[in-house]
């Protein structure tokens, strides 16, 4: 072979180890952008994980129950507690409706609790009307509790009735609550107490546990 072809077969041979020298490396730069892309469309998923995280837990509801015996009545007691924690940072109202919430929407179920009558009057006619100041709290009429921010509120109840009063329950922002009303809910008709007593399905029967209860707090 002589010098010429020599020289040829050399430069070819260059040209090849160099070629595929810039082909590694274009290619070590495109998998180093697909690694770079997968990482920051990981890192947007945990993100929007964390988010969705949040947000759902920004009310959460803890379930127990408990049994005793009552040794005056000879009888066993099963109570059912249905906490609500706010881990949000803003107010939630909750109240018990009449009815199951089914698949309501938030503004059906504030216009049947605060506007529609329930006799001569709506709650938020009687909280118009001044009706309120001397009456009785009534669930599913004028019950209502403001869940503070990192507060909790527990309903108590017999275990036999639990299906029948978690049907029921109302859990709500208060601002959206208060923008539907048109108007700031005044604290004095926010159930005060951290908890509380659900008995019976009779509304009379839970009316009146719950005035023997103020009376006697009052008498104390």
């Not at 929007?48 to 005056?72: H, K, M, P, R, W």
């Not at 109570?79 to 919430?101: C, F, G, K, Q």
């Not at 009063?165 to 809910?185: G, S």
């Amino acid at each position: 072979m002589d010098n010429q072809s020599r020289l040829l077969n050399s430069d070819e041979q260059w040209n090849f180890s160099t070629d595929k020298y810039f082909y590694e490396i274009k290619n070590l730069k495109s998998i180093r952008n697909t690694m770079g892309t997968r990482f920051y469309i990981l890192i947007l998923l945990f993100m929007s994980s964390v988010i969705n995280l949040n947000a759902q837990n920004e009310i959460s509801v803890d379930t127990t129950s408990f049994c005793y015996l009552n040794g005056i009545t000879q009888q066993a007691q099963a109570i059912y507690e249905y906490r609500i924690i706010n881990n949000s940072n803003e107010d939630y109202l909750t109240w018990v409706s009449l009815a199951p919430i089914n698949n309501k929407s938030d503004m059906e179920l504030v216009h049947e609790y605060f506007k529609s009558r329930k006799g001569d009057f709506s709650f938020i006619e009687m909280m118009y009307e001044n009706l309120l100041d001397k009456r009785p709290i009534s669930i599913g009429y004028s019950f209502v509790k403001n869940i503070a921010v990192g507060k909790t509120f527990s309903y108590f109840i017999d275990k036999a009735d639990a299906k029948f009063y978690k049907e029921r329950i109302v859990i709500l922002k208060k601002k959206d609550v208060e923008q539907y009303l048109r108007m700031q809910i005044d604290e004095k008709y926010f159930f005060k107490s951290s908890c509380i007593y659900l008995i019976g399905k009779n509304s009379s029967n839970i009316d009146s546990s719950v005035t023997d209860r103020q009376s006697t707090q009052q008498e104390k």
